[in-house]
């Protein structure tokens, strides 16, 4: 791990749905949570834009702000880290945050060595309405096989972490709603 540790243990991740709401939502964070900025949404220059003008609001709060992304763009941009699929590229001196959904993913998760993998969707979510989640259980199971802390993610928020009883979670709605 680079530039934060430890991991943060809640994570903020954007979205097109949650974007009107981001700025107060990182504001209402914990001091040195993570923030993930994907808007896969934005032309590239209104992204590098928005990327500019979140950052600057999460680091403002002590935050670790990665970039969905490739490691180059991460560096230009000046983020702290990297998130996306589970085989990673090389990214020297970022935090590398994986996304994972089954035992193949956690596996190139570890081959990768990411820092961190994001395993969803741990119960029902609003971003992929009808697809089946992992439950408790198999979350569980999943995550033992991972090398590297774990993220959850996928219908999460304060009472769902509560009930999962799992110290690093994140969310796209369960964080940005007040």
């Known amino acids: 791990m680079c530039r934060f540790q430890p991991l943060p243990r809640v ?3 954007s979205d097109a749905r949650n974007d009107a709401g981001l700025e107060d939502a990182l504001a209402r964070l914990p001091r ?4 993930v900025f994907r808007h896969y949404h ?12 979140l950052a600057r609001i999460a680091r403002a709060r002590g935050h670790a702000v990665i970039l969905a992304g490739d490691a180059a763009t991460a560096r230009r941009w000046g983020a702290a880290g990297v998130y996306g699929p589970a085989a990673l590229e090389p990214a020297r001196g970022l935090i590398r945050l994986a996304a994972a ?3 193949r993913e956690i596996a190139a998760a570890n081959r990768a060595r990411a820092d961190a993998v994001l395993l969803s969707p741990v119960f029902p979510t609003r971003s992929h309405p009808g697809a089946a989640a992992l439950g408790p259980m198999r979350f569980r199971w999943l995550a033992a096989r991972a ?5 959850a993610l996928g219908g999460m928020d304060r009472r769902a972490a509560r009930r999962l009883g799992w110290p690093r979670w994140a969310a796209i709605d369960g964080l940005s709603r007040s």
């Open 11 to 13: 994570w903020l991740l």
């Open 101 to 103: 959904h089954d035992l």
């Open 32 to 35: 040195g949570s993570g923030f």
């Open 147 to 151: 090398r590297m802390p774990v993220i």
């Open 42 to 53: 934005l032309e590239d220059r209104a992204r590098r834009a928005r990327f500019a003008q």
